[in-house]
């Protein structure tokens, strides 16, 4: 198979204006994987498939990822004016501090499509694609129109992660009921605090139980039960 | 009222068979448990493995799987029950017709199992609905649905058919229907029924 440097010259010569970004893994795996813009997600998408050399004719897994907002913190080296008094003489000094700075890189959604070929028994391609944010750009191209296999794996991750597929024939909840708000896989998601009966609890789960008892009330006596 | 178990056996060697209707009655009713044909995960596996011949459920007269619940005197809870499945099966359970049991078989079943801290599984159905017979295992053998039937049985034989303690069919105050969990924002609303289901106090260190 073609190694993905040549995957993503081809789709450059093939779909004009296309973003193509080479994701490393470092890992021994070596599986490294394609980022692709939104805009032209869909005809890489039909590329890929119709190119007789690399025929991917098969989705095989379609899956999310969640990159929360990550605050980073970085020392920088700046200079300034200082007024300083030397031999008691006022002056100007420049002076060079060291300074932590913190910025937040903003998070966004992830998803990541694997790609085989059973006609030429080759593969995976991994493709990325990521939204622009995590709370209202979160619109991606449906590539359901070119695999058929993405329909109900685009809208387990619509369900999950909420990311909003366009171009999908029929995007619904598909693990969760339809009044469900959350998206459970995300990593911000806070769990319902239903904790009240943890006979075996440790850990993380022994600290909710116990932030739950301490919420109900110091002393939760329950109904027939001895306090 | 009972027989002296001596007097019996002795009347029953001179050819006369002495019995009470209450345990006429017991006797016909646990005999013929048809358990609702529906299962829920791999516990069903089991389930069915237990119908099959090498167990055979058939022996103890529960062999009967009736695909409607208004033909069903059990109900298995053989695998995971997820919030999304949970009001169904409380419906379900809410269209049998009187007299009614539960097992509910699995790890899951009783507490969640595996999933308990996950974001769409139940953690027990004992929450909803009341259970006779909690069998744990992940799955359990077909041995223990089995056993989990034949302490049924016993529970079923001993329930006197007036006063403290009888069966709910024959209470007229007993309330026979449980509500319905709604599929909310978050979570199932009510997180449990507190009638069925009083949250057990526990202490955590």
New interface residues.
Partial sequence: MKTVEEIKAAIETAVPGAQVEIVRNPGPSAQHSLRIGHEFAVQVATFLQDDPELALDFLSNVTGVDWPDKEIAEKVKVTRQVTKTIDGVEQAVEETVEETRKRLEPGCLEVVYHLYSMAKKHGPVVLRMRTANRSDKVNLPSLTRVWRAAEFQEREIFDLYGIVFEGHPDLRRILMWDGFKDHPMRRDYVDPDDYEYEPTAHDEVLAKAHAHQTAAGAVAVPEGGKP | MAVDEGLKIELGKQGVFVTSLQELYNWGRRSSVWPMQFGLACCAIEMIATTMARYDMARFGAEIFRPSPRQADMMIISGTVT??MAPQVVRLYNQMAEPKYVIAMGACAISGGPFK?G??VL?GIDRYIPVDVHIPGCPPRPEALLQALITLQKKIDGQPLTGEGRPRFLDAEAQGEFPVPE?????LEP??N?AVW?????I?K
């Fill in positions: 919030k999304k801290q974001y769409n953690k599929q909310g924002e978050h979570d997180p449990s507190p009083p949250v057990p106090l526990t955590n």
